[in-house]
């Protein structure tokens, strides 16, 4: 397969090649340069254990510790409020949540 190196230096991949490794826009790719030759390959995409997750390395960090607690918290929330993933719940913050706040929040301010 033929690919074009544009003006930013940037190679447009086919989309049926993406297809065939299950590739997506955004995902991370391993650059290898070996006699001459640039090999791609997906980089591992870390697993998420759970819906709302921290993944923290450094567990005696306070406020890391922290935020995994509130984010156990809301997982509990998220799930009773019948929330089937993660993508679920951004949305209803943006488009219900969100709007709410900035109302409350202008009212407050030409109060």
């Not at 995409?45 to 995994?68: C, H, Q, R, S, V």
């Not at 993933?85 to 009212?107: D, G, L, M, T």
Request: proline share 5%; glycine share 6%; hydrophobic share 40%.
């Amino acid at each position: 397969m033929l690919a074009e190196i544009m003006g930013s230096g940037q190679i447009a991949l086919p989309p049926a090649l993406m297809n065939q490794l299950e590739w997506k826009i955004g995902d991370k790719l391993n650059m290898i340069v070996e006699n001459g030759e640039l090999r791609l390959r997906g980089a591992e995409k870390p697993a998420k254990k759970e819906f709302f997750y921290i993944d923290n390395e450094n567990e005696t960090n306070p406020a890391l510790l922290a935020l995994e607690e509130l984010a156990q918290a809301c997982k509990g929330a998220a799930e009773e409020a019948g929330f089937k993933n993660e993508e679920e719940a951004h949305r209803y913050i943006k488009e219900v949540i969100r709007p709410q706040v900035w109302e409350k929040y202008n009212a407050a301010r030409n109060a």
